[in-house]
C-alpha cells in the first residue's frame, strides 16, 4: 500500500487538476466565510455542520474517480502485472489518499467559516467537543464512502467524464431526497437539534457508511478481477 499512496502524492498536483483546482477549494473556502454573516451563532447548529461534511464527500468522490479513471491511471492499473501492487493495495491506498484529501478540504472551508465567525462576533466560538468529534468521525466516513463509491463507478464506466457525471447525479438524487424526507418528515431533523442525540445519530450514520463503504470496495475488487481476467483472455 506504501508504493500506492507515494503514487499518489506524487501525482497529487495532476489528481487536483492544477492551479484551476486550488483556486477552487479557494473560492468556495472564501464563499463560506458568508454564511457566519448571516447565520451569526446559528452555524454551530449540528445540522449545518453535518452540511458541511457533504463537501468531503464531493472532494474525495472526485478524486477517486481521477484516480481511478485517468486514461494514465487506468494503463497502468492493467499494465501492473504480478510484480505490481496487488488489488488490494491499491483500493486501500487510493480510498487513503482520496479521503485524506475530502477531510482537509473540509476541514479548510470548516476552518474559514470558524474564522469568519470568530472574526464576526469578537470572539471564538466552536462546537461542544463531543459534537466536534463525532462531526471528524462522521466526516471520514462519508469520505470513505464517497471515494469507494466513485472507484467503483470509475472501473465500470469507460471515460472518466462519465463517471463524474453519475457520481454527481447520485450525489444531487441523495441530496434532493434528504430535503424532500426533512419537508414531509420534519421529526427525522429534530433528533439532530440537540447535542446528545446528535452524538448517537452521528456515530450510527458512520458506522452504516463504513459498512457501505467496505461493501463497495468488494465491489471495485470483483470489478479488478473480472477486468483482469479479461485482459488475460484477450491480451
Known sequence: MRTVVALEFSQLWHRLGGVRGLLMLAALAAMGTLLPMRLGPALLDPVYLLAYSLLAAIFAGTYSIQSWAGADEKAWLESRGDEGPADIDVLQGKTLVASVYGV???????GASLASLASAMWGLLLPPVGVMACLVVFTVAVS????????????????????????????????????????????????????????????????????????????????????????????
Open 104 to 110: 482537509a478540504s473540509w476541514l479548510l472551508i470548516l
Open 144 to 235: 470513505a464512502l464517497a471515494s469507494t463509491s466513485a472507484a467503483a463507478l470509475a472501473v465500470r464506466f469507460e471515460t472518466a467524464s462519465m463517471a463524474r457525471q453519475m457520481f454527481r447525479l447520485g450525489l444531487f438524487f441523495l441530496l434532493l431526497m434528504g430535503v424532500m424526507l426533512s419537508r414531509v418528515f420534519p421529526s427525522m431533523v429534530r433528533p439532530l437539534e440537540s447535542a446528545d442525540s446528535f452524538v448517537v445519530v452521528s456515530t450510527g450514520a458512520a458506522v452504516a457508511m463504513g459498512a457501505l463503504a467496505a461493501l463497495m470496495g468488494r465491489t471495485v475488487l470483483r470489478c479488478l478481477a473480472d477486468r483482469r481476467i479479461s485482459l488475460s483472455i484477450n491480451p
